[in-house]
């Protein structure tokens, strides 16, 4: 799933495209949505919040996307052949006199008013990457429930908005502690320095083609997808195992010596998989 610094991405390449352009061409290939003709009008903005794309429109509109696993926005210049997927995966197009962007494989995609954006995006915590970011109110917001895991904690969008499975996986090497340590058990001073390291890494990497958390060429990250290579710190073989409530286990990595605190044992750690590309 793309994560806060991806989303950012997209939005700014949506925004460069269509932000004070009229529309001259509008599809939604969704059958609620499939009589809308959105021509004529102009495109205000897109603005990230979260995972959330929202693409400001003439009229007191937005259209909401999200990402999720597969989805992704491409934008071509006018006569440019598309190549983001067949054609039967374009669940939008917005197009330009210069530019069309097409929306593939996308699981969510609705068109409300921008004065109910709320609905959509108001139970998220503080933006990574946005203005309305708050670090104290994110850290009450993850010590809210001094049992949950560190790892469950910090992907919950209602905490902080931003963090995917590769930066859970980050953050809690970067840490120290394994993704199953409870939150509350976490030294006071590490659990003060979260939500600081967490905007640090994304907004390190919203302008980048590659992520990276440890600044070595070729070894970008120090233990998402690496297992069962060796630990960039001491060599000891990354491990990897589900993490989640049972219906939507992630890959979850770690280093068994550089992380304390409780992990599966070695008879429930994971067969060994290519992870997804954001987690």
């Not at 060429?217 to 990354?238: E, K, N, S």
Request: aromatic share 6%; charged share 25%.
């Amino acid at each position: 799933m793309p994560e806060g610094d991806t989303v950012w991405q997209a939005a700014r390449l949506l925004h460069g495209a269509l932000a004070g352009q009229m529309l001259t061409r509008s599809d939604l290939r969704v059958p609620k949505y499939a009589t809308v003709d959105l021509t004529g009008r102009t495109v205000l903005d897109v603005t990230p919040r979260g995972k959330h794309l929202l693409t400001r429109i003439e009229g007191g509109l937005t259209l909401h996307s999200h990402l999720r696993m597969d989805g992704a926005w491409k934008v071509f210049a006018a006569g440019r052949r598309w190549t983001g997927g067949p054609t039967h995966q374009i669940r939008a197009i917005l197009g330009a006199a210069d530019h069309t962007a097409v929306g593939y494989r996308l699981p969510v995609l609705e068109l409300l008013r921008t004065t109910e954006e709320h609905r959509v995006v108001g139970h998220l915590g503080p933006d990574l990457l946005g203005p309305d970011w708050d670090p104290d109110r994110a850290l009450v917001n993850l010590l809210a429930d001094p049992a949950r895991s560190l790892g469950e904690a910090l992907l919950d969008q209602r905490n902080l908005a931003g963090i995917g499975n590769v930066y859970k996986s980050e953050l809690c090497f970067l840490l120290g502690a394994t993704p199953w340590l409870p939150i509350g058990v976490l030294p006071t001073e590490r659990a003060a320095q979260l939500p600081a390291l967490a905007k640090k890494l994304l907004e390190a990497n919203r302008d980048r083609p590659a992520r990276t958390t440890t600044g070595r060429r070729g070894q970008d990250l120090f233990v998402y997808g690496r297992a069962p290579r060796p630990c960039l710190r001491c060599q000891t073989p990354i491990r990897v195992a589900d993490q989640g409530d049972g219906s939507r286990d992630r890959p979850t990595y770690w280093c068994p010596t550089c992380q304390t605190g409780p992990a599966p044992t070695p008879g429930a750690l994971r067969r060994k998989r290519n992870p997804t590309p954001y987690g």
